[in-house]
């Protein structure tokens, strides 16, 4: 039997079109244990130019971050081999896709997957499967940068997945570009939601579930808010409510005012908190909790498989 000390390491890394992620594990009792979480928001998805090709701006802060997670892999001895490398919208829908992934290849030595939304939404529900305690039907959301994932599943069964282009980068750039901000805003985005969501509303309300965990940087955002103010962790209408309220009042762009916001977070957060108001309704969620994983642990768990099957 391998021990911990001898047992490889192995690394999933996600490019988000907001963030990118890197976490570092080995399997411990058959499980990914992790050592190590890298992260930086790149927001990708804000160099997006109308002829859609990423920026050079952009590009460069993307091709940045994968030299840090270079140095990263170097400095927790993780062999390129056991190196995932999985992209998102962003990378899905911009026509410079290639020579991103292209410039990247010398740095990482693994190449870039650029997978579908569909199937980053399977990945998403594994895992949360894997990290989150709870039983019974669970309705995933997963708010990114550029794209939603919205999953319903029963223990390891998938009963829907659908990825849809609603993000809090994107969003941010649609209805919230122009300070300050106004409730016809959140309006705005709350029936861009709803028209992107359609029928898959109905369809989503008819599968039901007994419970409802949220997997994205808008959830944790509010999350953390919430810890930060010694609330109980849990997202509600009323709490969404009183967050616009909040952003509302602010005198300033930056939100230095909202008791518990991290200012990493502010750039986006009034597009998330839209966002998730407009789900809360057309859904019919009473409360949210936040997921313990979502994509990165479930690439994590696939490599992990794959790591014991060499």
């Given at each position: ?223 953390e808010l919430l810890n930060h103010r010694s609330m109980t962790a849990t997202i509600t209408p009323q709490v969404l409510q009183q967050l616009q309220l909040e952003i509302l009042s602010q005198p300033e762009q930056s939100m230095l005012g909202i008791e518990g916001l991290h200012p990493e977070r502010a750039p986006t957060f009034a597009a998330g908190v839209a966002i998730l108001q407009a789900l ?31």
């Open positions: 039997m391998t021990d911990v000390q001898s047992a490889p390491r192995y690394a999933a890394i996600t490019l988000g079109s907001n963030s990118f992620n890197m976490l570092v594990a080995q399997t411990v009792a058959g499980k990914p244990n992790v050592i190590a979480k890298y992260k930086r928001k790149v927001r990708l998805a804000q160099g997006i130019g109308s002829d859609g090709v990423l920026s050079d701006e952009a590009f460069d802060r993307g091709i940045d971050c994968l030299k840090m997670f270079a140095d990263m892999l170097d400095k927790e001895g993780v062999a390129r081999q056991h190196v995932a490398v999985i992209a998102t919208a962003t990378l899905r829908s911009i026509k410079n896709a290639q020579a991103f992934s292209d410039t990247a290849l010398p740095i990482l030595q693994q190449p870039i997957e650029i997978i579908s939304g569909l199937r980053e939404a399977e990945l998403i529900y594994q895992g949360m499967a894997a990290t989150t305690a709870g039983e019974g039907r669970r309705l995933v959301i997963d708010i990114g940068g550029a794209s939603t994932e919205f999953i319903v599943g029963d223990g390891d069964s998938v009963l829907f997945k659908q990825s849809l282009p609603i993000g809090c980068v994107t969003f941010n750039s649609l209805f919230f570009n122009d300070f300050p901000f106004q409730e016809l805003d959140f309006n705005s985005a709350s029936d861009k939601v709803q028209q992107t969501l359609g029928d898959y509303a109905q369809e989503l309300r008819r599968l039901g579930w007994h419970g409802v965990v949220g997997a994205s940087g808008s959830v944790q955002s509010v999350i809360f309704t057309l859904l019919e969620i009473d409360k949210l909790n936040l997921s313990g994983g979502a994509l990165r642990e479930g690439v994590l768990q696939q490599l992990a498989n794959q790591v014991a099957a060499q």
